[in-house]
């Protein structure tokens, strides 16, 4: 390092992005007979071999599975022998991808193979989720996952902010659009529904599925190699609020808001977003929180109302916001991951094409 | 494809549980109908109370009692109540903002319907009869139209305080082991060992897991091995486990069926265990009903060449 100061980062991309088709119930295979597909595919469209990758990362939940240390079962899939550089985060594949990108700044590896996968048919996902509470106060009052999507979803109507005719339009936009996604599960026209838990209809919440996603980065020239056109990582920040529900103002995202500003999302604005908004009340709350104007394209691929495989939706959204850029159908995207309850933890990345 | 197996999958945990002096006080209070908050540095109330400031994460301690009465901040109608939830009916999920407190506690509030619930509305507590110093010590809301309750003034400080709690866990699966397993399992049932050949690298992995890990490519020909087996490496067990019915010592092996690329192991018997060696050659011994070999035993062939399994160790 000179006395000029620090380096310039390195620059860091998506290069491929490839996800199952998510579906209610995969029961015909392990984790890893689902995830593999996608490993081959990420591995296809970059021409790099398993052996090639300088870095893997995965996330995923044993919670799931029901098993303890299930990922390991999963690395059959990605060749770990001989042995590889591998991590593992009990989180969203959003955060394994964060643990890879800080991988390659630091210049260990050159390459990094992310990828994540849930299969939440084995069990109830709504019970399931309520062990990551605070086990003193909350999780023994059994609170489901949609019953505190649904407090937050009063809270922002409370505020004005929206109401459930606006609740019913976001499911119907996202679905309307997964339309020309293959692999979402939940498509076109369906009807607002019963309240689950009110004020939150069956149209305001995700459907429960399995499925899987990879990625691959790449650093600088090595970006430019293996895909015509990188989706560069230009920012990724993520923060975390009070775990205790209470505590926060729940129409509101300031974690969401701190991250975008540290990943550079206020600099310039974005042509589109894919947001981890796996209840449309919590659109609501993303897109105030980003400050996305009507004219940015939210959820074209139909977001996690459309497709929520638990562990991987966050990391689809970066794949498919990178997928726009590849396709050059996007210049600078916003991909949005969340976990925990309400919003609780929040990843913000920016991407961007080679100018054209 | 044979249809793929299923069972029923319970975990299920009591996980015990340290309080530290703040969540102590709290549950203890519960116990004693007592709510307390803490005091932040800038003078807030948490309800429930944390040992950490949120904001500046310096250590608080000091406990303050609220009102038994409050307000609600947001609120849910559950019209089905799931397993384990406060309330057997029909209820109102609520965040509680306790007067004299700055922060709200969620639980559940016992009403007629979902037009008896809006934010804004006064509730108190109802106490549960049985208490331990739990959060389910408040057995739920209940609408309240009265004047704000009256804190006792209590300090925080209790003969007899909780130190831990139990906090059960229970979660319901219907699990599922895949394809290649499911036939693996099922080969099994018919007392053979089957494996799945890696297209790629031509081992054979038993038991199979759909995949290989050196190549990462799926396998999928199944390959019948065994039955009978070589020892590849062993230890001596000294120490009998709980409620497994083998005298000690015994012998567990890594056994390297005939045909197969990864040993598998097992327990090894009709042979002092003090006999037991490198390249023994076995045999797997059934027992009635049993859905795996209970132990392997000698079969009397002539030890195998170190060399034919080496690459198994």
Known sequence: MTSEGAPAAREIAVIAFAQTDHRRSTEESSEVEMLMPVLHEVLAQTGLRAADIGFTCSGSSDYLAGRAFSFTLALDGVGAWPPISESHVEMDGAWALYEAWTKLLTGDADTALVYSYGKSSPGSVRDVLTRQLDPYYVAPLWPDSIALAALQAQALIDAGHTDEPALAAVGARNRADATANPHAQLKGRLPHGDYVVRPLRTGDCPPVGDGAAAVILAAGERARELCERPAWIRGIDHRIEAHALGVRDLADSPSTRLAAQKAGAFERPVDMAELHAPFTAQEVILRRALRLGDDVRVNPSGGALAANPVMAAGLVRIGEAAARIHRGDSGRALAHATSGPCLQQNLVAVLEGDPR | ?313
């Open chain 2, 1 to 313: 494809m044979p249809e793929v197996l299923q069972a029923p999958l319970v975990v299920e945990f009591p996980f015990t549980r340290s309080l530290g002096p703040v969540q102590s006080a709290f549950l203890t209070g519960l116990r004693e109908r007592v709510v307390l908050g803490v005091k932040t540095g800038d003078g807030r109330t948490l309800v429930p109370p944390v040992e950490y400031d949120p904001v500046t994460a310096e250590e608080i301690r000091d406990l303050v009692e609220v009102a038994p009465t409050g307000t609600v901040t947001t609120w849910a109608w559950n019209h089905e109540p799931r397993r384990g939830q406060p309330l057997g009916t029909p209820f109102a999920w609520v965040l509680v903002r306790f007067d004299g407190a700055d922060t709200a506690l969620l639980h559940a509030l016992d009403a007629p319907g979902p037009d008896a619930v809006r934010t804004g509305m006064r509730v108190r507590i109802r106490w549960a009869e049985e208490r331990t110093g739990a959060i389910t010590d408040i057995a739920c809301f209940e609408p309240y139209d009265g004047e704000p309750g009256q804190p006792g003034g209590h300090p925080g400080e209790f003969e007899d305080p909780l130190t831990g709690i139990v906090a059960p866990a229970r979660l319901d699966y219907t699990y599922s082991p895949g394809r290649a397993q499911t036939a693996y399992i099922q080969a099994l049932s018919a007392q053979r060992t089957v494996g799945e050949r890696c297209p790629s690298c031509r081992k054979v992995y038993v038991p199979p897991r759909g995949a290989c890990p050196t190549c990462g490519v799926a396998t999928a020909e199944q390959v019948e091995v065994g039955p009978r087996g070589t020892v590849t490496t062993f230890c001596i067990v000294n120490i009998k486990a709980r409620n497994l019915d083998i005298e000690v010592p015994y012998v567990y092996a890594h056994i390297a069926l005939d045909g197969a690329d990864l040993a598998l192991h097992a327990r090894i018997g009709g042979i002092p265990y003090d006999q037991v060696r490198m390249g023994l050659r076995v045999e797997p011994v059934w027992t009635e009903g049993a859905r795996y070999p209970d132990h392997y035993r000698p079969t009397g062939e002539p030890d195998a060449d170190y060399e034919t399994y080496k690459e198994l160790l």
